[in-house]
């Protein structure tokens, strides 16, 4: 895929959250809560560090990968037993197999994007947060992108949690910045929207046995 994949609000939205949950958990977050210097604050801020990176790295395959086109060559098995019963008529097979936008044949489980203009093998969806379809080669990418982002904002909520409610005792004890107090709120409220629904995208796929439909490396 091409580099203008980059030019869309939510590419660039998506960068900002990560930018600041990122400096929120570790500037804000560790840092109050048993400070950098630290082997606790060391630790939890390269462990946080390692996630984020393995955010952006998924994330980047996830925008710049070709979700899978289908060869031009391509050319349908009508013997193929797996897609049609014996009473259904090779003819029907055939025009089943077929897109009239693309003009073309498409294996099994290829679907035409409206958005890429051209069937994607394996298609999942047109995801618009990378501003590409999630299909048979980055599917991998958007997976491991989810289950490091979920990982992510279960470290940030326990470190959230920590600051809110200190060792000391479990009343509240907010700092007198208001930037700490906002901070805590924002990424609060992005850790449980981003937890719900990675948790819900999780269960979905499983329930739906789309495992036996998709390679996941």
Known sequence: ????????????????????VYYVTVFILIEDWVGLQTS?????????????????????VGVLTDPGRVPSSYIPDVEDTSFASDQEPKKNVLQSKYCDKCAAYKPPR????????RCILRMDHHCLWINNCV????????????????????HSSVCNCNK???????????DNSPQNFLSCVWINDACIISNTWDSLRLAYLPYNSQYDNYRVL
């Open 135 to 154: 299909g048979y080669w980055n599917y991998k990418a958007f997976f491991n992108l989810i289950l490091y982002a979920t990982i992510g904002s279960i």
């Open 164 to 174: 809110l409610f200190p060792s000391e005792g479990l009343e509240l004890q907010w």
């Open 40 to 60: 606790a604050g060391s630790l939890n801020s390269m462990i946080f560090t390692t996630l984020a990176c393995l955010c952006v790295l998924s994330f980047l």
């Open 1 to 20: 895929m091409k580099l203008k994949n980059f030019l869309s609000i939510p590419i660039f939205s998506v960068f900002f959250v990560m930018g600041f």
């Open 110 to 117: 290829t679907h035409h994007c409206r958005v890429c203009k």
